[in-house]
């Protein structure tokens, strides 16, 4: 074998390495706050995992979430016959809009990520309606949130400056939003008002709320903004 590959299979086997412990780390602290939680290496074995987790026939909510597209679960969960309420599955108007959130709280399973979980196993996430924070909190069934390990911070500070640097900027450019922080990338909580503001509603959920069934997955992949 060569010298280049030597050196290619012991970079993989390190990343590989930090990626699982920091997940499993993170893992074990969520499960300690109430969540049940578990770790999946890639996209592909995350929707095998899904698909098990999901009862057939289902009523399904999706937030608005890339991470949930990404891993192609919006797409699986229609070809097997459930019922699944999304709001970019056509173009919707905004009362229509406005009726399939409300239909999320009464979901058999909600579908979402998060903007950030911290190590001790937090969740940290930043909304302009708060329909996906308030789903999350108390209504569905069953919430089940998947997030990659780049939403994986050290502390609640890091998770919401990640949030404003990072997830808010690329989320509120996807929509052609107006913004301090669609200008530089720099986020100006002074200069940034409503009506053109995005970040209304900050929500940190410590525990699991006491009412809800709520599964996090992470995934050993960058996933979502």
């Not at 996209?43 to 890339?66: N, Y």
């Not at 995005?198 to 699991?208: N, P």
Request: charged share 30%; glycine share 8%; aromatic share 6%.
């Amino acid at each position: 074998m060569s010298e280049e590959k030597n050196w290619e299979i012991e970079l993989k086997q390190s990343v590989d390495w930090f990626i699982e412990e920091k997940t499993n780390r993170t893992v074990e602290a969520l499960k300690k706050n109430g969540f049940d939680s578990f770790y999946v290496s890639t996209k592909a074995m995350t929707l095998e995992r899904m698909l098990q987790l999901i009862p057939k026939g289902s009523r399904v909510g999706i937030a608005g979430s890339m991470t949930i597209r990404q891993i192609g679960l919006d797409d699986a969960l229609r070809k097997r016959g459930d019922q699944v309420d999304d709001i970019w599955a056509k173009k919707y108007s905004m009362e229509e809009q406005l009726a399939v959130r409300r239909r999320h709280f009464d979901a058999d399973v909600f579908l979402t990520s998060s903007n950030a979980i911290t190590e001790d196993g937090k969740l940290i996430n930043i909304d302009g309606l708060g329909n996906r924070v308030a789903a999350m909190v108390f209504g569905p069934k069953k919430v089940i949130i998947v997030a990659g390990i780049n939403k994986i911070v050290k502390d609640v500070e890091s998770g919401i400056r990640r949030i404003r640097e990072v997830s808010a900027p690329m989320n509120v450019k996807r929509f052609s939003g107006e913004t301090p922080c669609t200008r530089d990338g720099h986020c100006d909580l002074q200069i940034c008002q409503p009506p053109d503001r995005h970040c209304h509603i900050l929500s940190i959920i410590e525990k699991r709320p006491m009412k809800t069934d709520t599964t996090v997955v992470l995934v050993g992949e960058n996933l979502g903004y």
